[in-house]
């Protein structure tokens, strides 16, 4: 089955303790994304890779990283965590960079960092 | 950079009918796709239709439509038929060359029947 999967699917952490969210494809897809969900905000793209090795920033990329060392394989650290990065996260991927590219998500994590 | 605004926080519609749910976005590329995206009290998030800035016709998937007039920069969401499985949030999206994608806050639809 085609399909974006993360893990975990939820997380409870304490500020400052290094985390890592992942994020799988087997679809082949080359483009791959991260986003956060805030109530009233919407979905805001964190960082976005067009292939292996290439990541770009997005609109809110601090406080997170990111790399791309196999094709399916698109994890989300977050090295110090701070309170207001709890939130709800989305990793997507599509075909291309091309358009016109739809993203199919994955099933989110729901993060609090107290 | 690109902007979605979506000026429906929420909508109701009895169910059978026909609801717009509207998208006006901002971007100077002459280059960009269009996305309308479900997310279900579930929380998943739903591919539904695209349309493209040189697609001359209105996209359709089954009881979606996009009603896409470029000059306005509106693309908004047409749902027909309305069914009680349709109440979500639902999201515009905007991506251009730049290759990043913008959300719009979404609106929430809530099917009465």
């Known amino acids: 089955e085609a399909q974006v999967t993360q893990n975990p699917r939820y997380l409870i952490t304490v500020t400052g303790k290094k985390l890592t969210v992942t994020c799988s494809q087997n679809?082949?897809?080359?483009?791959m994304s991260w986003y956060r969900q805030d109530p009233g905000l919407g979905l805001r793209q964190i960082y976005y890779?067009?292939?292996?090795?290439?990541?770009d920033k997005g609109d809110v990329p601090e406080g997170y990283k990111v790399s791309r060392k196999e094709k399916r394989n698109f994890p989300l650290i977050l090295e110090s965590p701070s309170p207001n990065q709890t939130s709800l996260y989305f990793c997507?991927?599509?075909?291309?960079?091309?358009?016109?590219?739809?993203?199919?998500f994955g099933p989110g994590t729901r993060l609090t960092v107290t | 950079a690109q902007k979605i605004t979506q000026t429906q926080p929420g909508m109701f519609v009895q169910e059978k009918e026909a609801v717009t749910l509207d998208c006006t976005y901002d971007?100077?590329?002459?280059?960009?796709?269009l996305f309308w995206y479900k997310q279900p009290s579930s929380g998943e998030m739903i591919f539904l239709i695209y349309?493209?800035?040189?697609?001359?016709q209105n996209a359709t998937e089954g009881r979606y439509s996009l009603n896409f007039q470029k000059a306005r920069k509106s693309a908004n969401l047409v749902i027909s038929a309305s069914q009680l499985g349709d109440s979500a949030m639902y999201f515009c999206?905007?991506?251009?060359?730049?290759?990043?994608?913008?959300f719009g806050t979404g609106t929430s639809l809530t099917v009465i029947p």
């Open positions: 999206a905007i991506k251009s060359t730049g290759n990043q994608f913008y």
């Open positions: 890779s067009m292939n292996v090795e290439v990541t």
């Open positions: 971007t100077s590329d002459q280059s960009y796709g």
């Open positions: 997507a991927s599509s075909y291309s960079g091309a358009l016109p590219g739809e993203q199919y």
């Open positions: 349309q493209g800035s040189y697609d001359e």
């Open positions: 679809m082949n897809h080359e483009y």
